[in-house]
T-cell receptor
Framework: AQKITQTQPGMFVQEKEAVTLDCTYD???????LFWYKQPSSGEMIFLIY????DQQNATEGRYSLNFQKARKSANLVISASQLGDSAMYFC????????????WGAGTKLIIKP | SAVISQKPSRDICQRGTSLTIQCQVD?????MFWYRQQPGQSLTLIAT?????????ESGFVIDKFPISRPNLTFSTLTVSNMSPEDSSIYLC???????????FGEGSRLTVL
């Protein structure tokens, strides 16, 4: 069965510093996708970045990058030059391709950026 | 990207009543999903709503408690029936973008049951 683990329940980071949010996964499927979402206090879920299991290069999207280490089954999110608006919950998820498409979600990490 | 509108954005309800949440998408989509997020928790999939067929419920969720309608390719409703305080959650509608399998989410409906 697929599983996502986020070991950091909460993090405090100084504004303008880089931050790494950890995510490890477990799956027996050779083909899968890894996603990161941001959830501000307003409650909406905002898609940030995607990494496919066969992608050779680490995904990047503006200040977001994904440190994908397939052998270690980790997909850490790196946010460069953090901003106050980055304060939110961050969720890692893995897609499974069974008869009913769905994402398996991690428990989330609460990130607080300090001014 | 799809634009998804959810109504109501929040509500406070009395125990034993029912509430219907609406989800409107600005384009036709095949698969729509309903999630629940209990306070301080991650997302849990309630069911997958496909147009023209019965919704597919995940373990722990039943149609009598969470009836779902999907009358067309742009709209769905989720009803939370006979509510109790344990139903206090954020309920999120989402749709699948073909390609990488990214999910787009509505703004969520924050439900408080007294």
């Amino acid at each position: 069965a697929q599983k996502i683990t986020q070991t950091q329940p909460g993090m405090f980071v100084q504004e303008k510093e880089a931050v790494t949010l950890d995510c490890t996964y477990d799956t027996s499927d050779p083909s899968y996708g890894l996603f990161w979402y941001k959830q501000p206090s307003s409650g909406e879920m905002i898609f940030l970045i995607y990494q496919g299991s066969y992608d050779q290069q680490n995904a990047t999207e503006g200040r977001y990058s994904l440190n994908f280490q397939k052998a270690r089954k980790s997909a850490n999110l790196v946010i460069s030059a953090s901003q106050l608006g980055d304060s939110a919950m961050y969720f890692c998820a893995i897609s499974i391709m069974d008869s009913n498409y769905q994402l398996i979600w991690g428990a989330g990490t609460k990130l607080i950026i300090k001014p | 990207s799809a634009v998804i509108s959810q109504k109501p954005s929040r509500d406070i309800c009395q125990r034993g009543t029912s509430l219907t949440i609406q989800c409107q998408v600005d384009s036709q989509v095949t698969m729509m999903f309903w999630y629940r997020q209990q306070p301080g928790q991650s997302l849990t999939l309630i069911a997958t709503a496909n147009q023209g067929s019965e919704a597919t419920y995940e373990s722990g969720f039943v149609i009598d408690k969470f009836p779902i309608s999907r009358p067309n390719l742009t709209f769905s409703t989720l009803t939370v029936s006979n509510m109790s305080p344990e139903d206090s959650s954020i309920y999120l509608c989402s749709v699948l973008r073909q390609g990488i399998g990214e999910l787009f989410f509505g703004e969520g409906s924050r439900l408080t049951v007294l």
